[in-house]
């Protein structure tokens, strides 16, 4: 349990504290429009709206800069833990996602957390087969059903 309690303080030193201010100086801004106020003003069921929802269930803030971040874990499901962040992130890897956020989580979690290399293996996968949601312009879709959103996503199209 120490060493989970361990893992789990390095991953959010490593996202919150390196890769994300590392980010922030070499990414354009994101430009995300909306207050925790416009987000919670949303109609229930609304993307944006559950992520409000989200937020407040986990007391994190709204940082303008993670807003894409966070709207993946209400889309895809996975939770704030280290075994969501394993998870969300291969998914992203198995989705075409390829950036340094994306290869840092999955190597870390590969190497730390052996008992989540069979849900890291089938996140990716998952990923895999469904539509790229990368390229979504994010702050356009915060008005859009969640549970539509989910449905372009892993209702693929696509011939395998």
């Known amino acids: 349990m120490r060493l989970k309690k361990i ?5 959010v030193f490593l996202t919150h504290k390196i890769a994300l201010p590392m980010l922030k100086l070499v990414r354009r801004p994101n430009v995300f429009t909306y207050s925790e106020a416009g987000l919670k003003s949303l109609p229930s069921g609304t993307l944006g709206n559950d992520l409000f929802v989200f937020l407040k269930q986990r007391n994190l803030p709204l940082l303008n800069h993670y ?7 209400v ?12 998870c969300l992130q291969s998914f992203m890897f198995g989705n075409g996602r390829i950036s340094f956020p994306v290869l840092a989580t999955v190597t870390y979690s590969f190497i730390t957390m052996p008992e989540y290399w069979s849900k890291m293996k089938e996140a990716f996968l998952h990923g895999k087969k469904s ?10 879709i915060l008005k859009e059903p969640t549970e539509e ?10 011939i395998h």
């Open 7 to 11: 893992r789990e303080t390095f991953l």
């Open 67 to 73: 807003v894409r971040h966070d709207l993946k874990h």
């Open 75 to 86: 889309l895809l499901g996975y939770d704030t833990t280290e075994e969501g962040e394993a």
């Open 131 to 140: 539509n790229p949601i990368h390229p979504w312009e994010w702050n356009e």
């Open 149 to 158: 959103l989910r449905r372009k996503i892993f209702i693929s199209s696509r």
